[in-house]
């Protein structure tokens, strides 16, 4: 229903605040999810920082909607992505908020997608972002280390957390997180796509 970019949520040009950047880099260590919530002020909408071996960046605003013709728990939440790389891996911690009351309990897939975020259009989001098919392999290794997988379990109050560490660094792209309406399975398969949050950086 909103537009994409209206809280400005894509960019990653903006400075952050100090606490932001160190929530940031906590994820290496994986620091406790309540530490990341408190952190960040709200007025830091994204950010990001790098020196020579690491770089970390925050992407958080509302959930893009996907499918604005019908209701979903997910219609008003909000997401918060802290990508944080060290040498040759990732990890990644993602914050889902307002979730309503019908979403509690329930595992939304997530996964990071090739393609942007674009409201009322999932097709957008392209293929899960994969490092097999990156690297030419013809028939792609599909698991939680090739791809970034997120499945989020929404507690009682509306939020849930999720961590994932990977083997490799995404290419910098305009991408999107996509949340689903299932778990994912083996193959990587979790649904319909519901609502994403754009992830850009360069
Ligand atoms: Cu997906």
């Known amino acids: 229903m909103s537009s994409t970019h209206a809280d400005g949520s894509h ?6 605040a100090r606490g932001t950047v160190f929530a940031a880099l906590g994820a290496i260590g994986l620091v406790s999810a309540a530490a990341l919530l ?6 830091a909408r ?15 605003g ?3 909607d996907l499918q604005p013709a019908s209701r979903s728990p997910l219609d008003g939440a909000r997401a918060r992505l802290v990508f944080a790389q060290h040498h040759a891996s990732s990890t990644f911690v993602l914050v889902v908020s307002g979730v309503g009351a019908g979403g509690v309990g329930n595992t939304y897939g997530a996964h990071l997608h090739q393609g942007a975020c674009v409201a009322g259009n999932g097709a957008a989001a392209g293929a899960h972002y994969n490092q097999s098919n990156e690297n030419g ?12 997988w997120l499945d989020v379990t929404v507690g009682p109050h509306g939020s849930g957390v ?5 083997p490799f660094v ?7 997180i996509v949340l689903h309406e299932q778990h994912t399975d ?3 398969t979790a649904g319909a796509r519901l609502a994403c949050l754009p992830v850009s950086w360069s």
């Open 162 to 166: 999720a961590v994932a560490k990977v």
């Open 137 to 148: 392999v013809v028939s792609p290794i599909v698991n939680d280390q090739t791809e970034v």
């Open 38 to 43: 408190a952190a960040a002020p709200a007025e």
């Open 170 to 176: 995404p290419t910098p792209a305009n991408r999107s």
């Open 11 to 16: 960019s990653g040009s903006v400075r952050p």
């Open 186 to 188: 083996d193959h990587g």
């Open 62 to 64: 509302p959930l893009t």
């Open 46 to 60: 994204t950010g990001s920082h790098r020196s020579q071996h690491a770089a970390a960046h925050v992407f958080q």
